[in-house]
């Protein structure tokens, strides 16, 4: 048996979500990889990735891993993977790993970039890409207002009513609002998320963007626990899983991140 991790790029717009359903008729990323892996091997598979991405969410680093019994190489896994997936789904690289490497629990950091515009008219070419939200923004008092989010907190605030995670404390190491041009980019690294929490993160930094909270407002938000108390949720299109952190001893590649100007180095 040897186990195998995978990293791989999706655009969510094509699918409902990451996890498989129930519903056979649903196509989910879990779903199409297992069905093409599942191939390859000749025995059914079942992967684990280091975090289940919503529908519409996209990625450009998510990681998986899977094990099976089959003589196959890299390079039959990577080409195998790629030819029997539908275009919304890339795998960039394959690499046989320990049997206790776990895409989940052995990840250190994830991180997220949510891309917006606060430009109108909406954008037609971009429309599943990049979320269209109401301005102007106030791009300076969102990093402001985002800095309060630094360090180990519990993000009751900014967790979905039906999230299923044991508790809420979330230690977020780096947090970034940039504009360039007629975009802003939100970028958020913490140890793990909650269920839509930068969603929910977003929709609360886009009420200071609009002036109309000031920054100081996010803190007392995180301060009270209190999911009533947030902003919307942002929409989903506008949010990329772009890099997941592992130690070096695993010796998988760096993570591939979605440029974007003044983002943080490969790692961490």
């Not at 508790?167 to 041009?181: I, K, L, N, T, W």
């Not at 886009?206 to 995180?222: K, T, Y």
């Amino acid at each position: 048996m040897t186990r195998w991790a995978l990293g791989v790029e999706y655009d969510g717009a094509c699918f409902n979500g990451f996890q498989r359903q129930s519903a056979a008729a649903l196509a989910t990323v879990q779903g199409e990889l297992e069905s093409a892996l599942t191939r390859i091997a000749d025995h059914p598979i079942r992967v684990v990735c280091a975090g289940r991405t919503d529908t519409g969410v996209h990625a450009t680093g998510q990681v998986i891993h899977f094990d099976s019994e089959a003589c196959r190489s890299e390079r039959d896994w990577l080409r195998g993977g790629n030819s029997l997936t539908p275009s919304g789904i890339c795998i960039h690289w394959v690499r046989a790993v320990a049997p206790d490497f776990s895409a989940r629990f052995s990840a250190r950091w994830r991180r997220y970039l949510y891309l917006l515009t606060d430009v109108r008219p909406r954008q037609a070419l971009l429309r599943d890409r990049i979320a269209g939200v109401a301005g102007p923004l106030d791009a300076d008092a969102m990093q402001r207002a985002a800095q309060h989010l630094l360090g180990e907190h519990d993000f009751s605030s900014f967790r979905a009513a039906q999230c299923q995670a044991r508790h809420a404390r979330r230690e977020v190491q780096e947090v970034a609002v940039r504009r360039a041009g007629a975009l802003l980019g939100i970028e958020v690294q913490a140890n793990a998320f909650l269920q839509h929490m930068v969603r929910n993160i977003v929709g609360s930094l886009l009420e200071v963007g609009r002036q109309e909270r000031a920054p100081e407002w996010i803190g007392e938000v995180l301060a009270a626990r209190d999911r009533k108390l947030a902003g919307i949720a942002a929409p989903p299109e506008g949010l990329y899983l772009t890099a997941v952190g592992y130690d070096d001893s695993w010796n998988l590649p760096s993570p591939r991140l979605l440029a974007w100007p003044g983002s943080w180095g490969a790692s961490t």
